[in-house]
């Protein structure tokens, strides 16, 4: 295990003044340490793989970008307990039979306030596939409901 540990120090200090610099050139300043310190500890844990790649460096760079990527969690803002929306009442059920991406779209964008691109980081979609989920579904609740425009 002390061999292991000694390669990993030599593998460390030969590849940390690189990875550092490439990854400055990508992050903000201040989330450098944080993705060294994510991609080393990923190093260390995979090490038998790790070890045996061609461009280790490299590929702890892919790492360190993923592991520093800021995601939303998915918890949706509390209601705004002043503000009482008045809808319509077939409006729940007409939204539930809307499809899951397109339901979730308008959900986020109509009923939370989310922006489509915010939207579309939560999904996993482009915003492009946000507004074609958005305008699809509002067609449909405007022909489950009768409203014309």
């Known amino acids: 295990m002390e061999e292991i540990a000694e390669e990993f120090d030599v593998f460390v200090s030969r590849v940390e003044p690189g990875l550092r610099r490439a990854l400055a050139g990508h992050l903000p300043l201040d ?6 310190s994510e991609a080393f ?13 061609e461009n280790p460096g490299g590929y702890l760079f892919r790492v360190a970008q993923s592991k520093s990527r800021q995601r939303m969690d998915g918890v949706l803002p ?11 009442p077939s409006l729940a059920t007409a939204v539930r039979s809307l499809p899951a991406r397109q339901r979730t779209a308008v959900w986020l964008v109509h009923g939370c306030g989310w922006t ?13 596939a946000v507004a074609t989920h958005l305008a699809r579904a509002m067609a449909q609740l405007r ?6 425009t």
């Open 78 to 88: 509390a209601p705004d307990p002043s503000r009482v929306p008045d809808f319509e």
């Open 116 to 128: 489509s691109i915010e939207a579309a980081t939560a999904m996993g979609i482009s915003a492009s």
């Open 143 to 148: 022909a489950h409901l009768g409203v014309t």
């Open 41 to 53: 500890a990923y190093a260390w844990e995979h090490w038998d793989s790790v070890s045996a790649l």
């Open 31 to 36: 989330a450098v340490a944080d993705a060294l």
